[in-house]
């Protein structure tokens, strides 16, 4: 049986689609890490699914595996630190509306707190 040569590097490729011509493509400069395939992924809408690719020391790609659910898990957690004002890309609009739907409610959770407390110092 043959074996693969060892990972020397990772590099993350993002595919996109083109909406007008519905092609598909890939950016030609990998990313260096998820977080950075995340950022790719809020500044364009276009971008469909991320690889992650290991590259042996001769340069060659000898490994690859999916990563478009590390990128999303990325911008759902860019999201929950308020990295971002609006739903950085369509791949987290459901986990984006919770995220904000939770904000809202721990936000007034706070207020009344902050009311409840006002009025004790009062009495």
């Given amino acids: 049986m043959k074996t693969s040569p060892p990972v020397d ?8 689609v083109d909406p007008r ?5 890939m950016f030609e400069t990998p990313c260096d ?3 950075e395939a995340a950022h790719k992924f809020a500044d364009d809408p276009d971008c469909v699914s ?5 590259i042996s020391a001769e340069g060659r790609p000898v ?3 999916d990563a478009t659910d590390q ?14 004002e609006s739903c950085p890309h369509p791949i987290v609009d459901d ?8 904000a809202r409610q721990a936000a ?11 009025a004790m110092l009062h009495i």
């Fill in 21 to 25: 011509t519905r092609n598909a493509g």
């Fill in 63 to 65: 490994a690859m595996s």
């Fill in 9 to 16: 590097r990772i590099e993350i490729y993002v595919r996109f």
């Fill in 50 to 54: 991320a690889m992650v690719v290991g």
């Fill in 95 to 102: 986990a984006y509306e919770d995220l904000m739907e939770e």
């Fill in 33 to 35: 890490s998820i977080a």
């Fill in 71 to 84: 990128v999303r898990e990325a911008l759902i957690g860019m999201i929950s630190v308020g990295q971002f």
């Fill in 108 to 118: 007034e959770e706070e207020a009344d707190h902050e009311r409840v407390e006002s």
